[in-house]
């Protein structure tokens, strides 16, 4: 999923911030819930600053259990994706944010048309993509939300058994980075 759009400062901005937080927190129905957080700051002829980041960066939660993935913001309209890759997957400069291969190999399917950039002509298709059993539990898995609308907000088991670490990031912001503790 090539991205155009990406802004080659925010990612290095972006990175280190986006894997902060450890806490966690529940909706009602128990599940941890991890929100997709926007913000940014410019300086003109200078910078721009993504700060966009998932919220907390890191999450316990019990094999079986679920997390809810939701947007924080209400004026973001980005689509996001909660996408599993493996730890060695998960940029760590601009160049590789820019041409982040887990994004364009294990997320490209959520696009109607997966060899062509997301956006009003290209809407997403598929809102979960899994490549292992049902639920997180393998690189490739995938859940997308954009908003307005139904799928502002999604919910999915976690079906890695206990001792995984699963790490994810967002394929269509692919500073944006955390990782599941599987208990």
């Known amino acids: 999923m090539r991205r155009s759009h990406l802004v080659a400062a ?20 128990g599940a941890v819930v991890i929100k997709a957080v926007d913000g940014g700051k ?14 907390p960066g890191t999450v316990n939660v ?3 259990g679920s997390i809810t993935f939701t947007f924080a913001d209400t004026k973001q ?7 599993i890759v493996e730890k060695s997957q998960l940029p760590r400069t601009v160049a590789q944010a820019n041409d982040c291969t887990a994004c364009q190999t294990d997320a490209s399917p ?3 048309n ?19 059993q049902r639920g997180l539990d393998t690189p490739g898995d995938s859940v997308a939300i954009q ?7 999604i919910t999915v088991k976690v079906s890695a058994p206990p001792g995984t670490t699963l790490y994810f990031l967002c394929a269509v912001h692919p500073w ?4 599941i503790i599987v208990h």
């Open 62 to 64: 019990q094999s079986g």
């Open 77 to 83: 309209m980005d689509p996001h994706t909660l996408t």
């Open 10 to 29: 925010a990612a290095v901005a972006a990175v280190g911030a986006s894997l902060a937080g450890a806490s966690m927190a529940a909706n009602n129905s």
């Open 176 to 179: 944006m980075q955390g990782k």
């Open 110 to 112: 959520h696009l109607k």
């Open 114 to 132: 997966p060899k062509a950039p997301p956006g009003p002509a290209n809407p997403i298709a598929h809102w979960i993509i899994d490549k292992g």
């Open 147 to 153: 908003q307005p609308g139904a799928h502002r907000s």
């Open 42 to 55: 410019m300086v003109p002829n200078k910078y721009i600053q993504d700060g966009m980041h998932f919220s």
